[in-house]
């Protein structure tokens, strides 16, 4: 992770209180182009648009309050820097929240999407809906985009060390990852259709190729910053970590999909396939995602 962000920026210090103006839009740049490469599939895909046309007031609350947790998530663990100030992540994380909304209105009208004669209803919903993985691309994007300098070896090694060992940061980082991949396929119909038409050996193979995958971009792959977030690799370790990967890739696409009405009037078998399919595409996100956000 880059020092910058965490050290001058999100710790509760009189230099972030002060400082200058243009050191503060051209974090906010940052976020909003952080924002915009994670989230642009959503922006322009159709499904979305429709989700947030029917998606229930309460849904959409839940929604935000979701999302929410995720940046205050985020920007704690993102850098593992535990002694932040939590005041100092709950305000990033309101104005990372407050950006997403604003981006995802301004993309919206730009495109036509929202437009003179759209009803306030249908306006709340579909920003709201593309607002969550905007606002989670604005906090990696201000954390991970902007400059900074080198700390010292002996520093480095030993943050390395508490990284890989501070589970709960791990987890938190991984979720995140999970659900900005699995939100941008989750909406589309085609995780349904590839869930009905598959059969159980498919499925099965699916699986085993998810949880593949997971272990070798962690554990076996070489991944730029791997080594920093993996530091152990006996082979109870590997299975865990691999395992909890998936895991996490297995509770955020059921959320993601759950959220979208994708088990709407499915049968159980249904909903456990399209959970499978699109935790292919979350164990990417829990993974190299993970690896990539926090790098």
């Not at 959503?42 to 499904?47: G, I, K, N, P, R």
């Not at 987890?171 to 869930?195: H, K, R, S, W």
């Not at 999909?257 to 959970?275: E, H, I, M, P, Y």
Request: charged share 15%; aromatic share 10%.
């Amino acid at each position: 992770m880059d020092d910058a962000r965490h050290e001058p920026e999100r710790t509760a210090s009189p230099e972030r209180r002060h400082r200058p103006v243009m050191e503060s839009l051209r974090e906010y740049g940052r976020g909003i182009a952080g924002g915009l490469l994670f989230s642009i599939p959503l922006l322009y895909t159709m499904e979305v648009w429709w989700a947030g046309f029917i998606t229930r007031p309460a849904h959409l609350l839940l929604y935000l309050l979701g999302t929410f947790v995720l940046l205050l998530g985020y920007n704690r663990y993102g850098g593992f820097r535990r002694d932040v100030d939590w005041s100092e992540v709950f305000t990033d994380s309101v104005e990372e929240l407050g950006l997403g909304l604003l981006v995802s209105t301004g993309v919206l009208f730009l495109i036509g999407r929202i437009t003179a004669n759209s009803s306030w209803p249908e306006v709340v919903g579909m920003v709201t809906v593309e607002a969550g993985s905007v606002a989670i691309g604005i906090s990696v994007g201000s954390a991970q985009f902007g400059g900074g300098g080198e700390s010292g070896k002996e520093g480095n090694e030993a943050k390395e060390r508490d990284e890989a060992d501070h589970v709960p940061g791990q987890l938190v980082i991984g979720f995140c990852g999970a659900v900005l991949f699995a939100a941008n396929v989750a909406p589309t119909e085609e995780i349904v259709m590839i869930a009905v038409e598959l059969t159980p050996f498919r499925l099965l193979g699916t699986a085993m190729l998810s949880l593949l995958l997971g272990g070798l971009i962690l554990y076996q792959l070489d991944f730029t910053g791997a080594h920093r977030f993996t530091r152990h690799r006996r082979l109870g370790d590997v299975l865990m970590g691999t395992v909890i990967t998936y895991a996490l890739a297995l509770a955020s696409g059921a959320l993601v999909l759950w959220f979208f009405g994708r088990f709407d009037g499915n049968g159980l078998s249904t909903c456990v396939a399209q959970v499978v399919v699109l935790g292919f595409a979350g164990t990417l996100g829990a993974s190299a995602g993970r690896l990539l956000i926090q790098s």
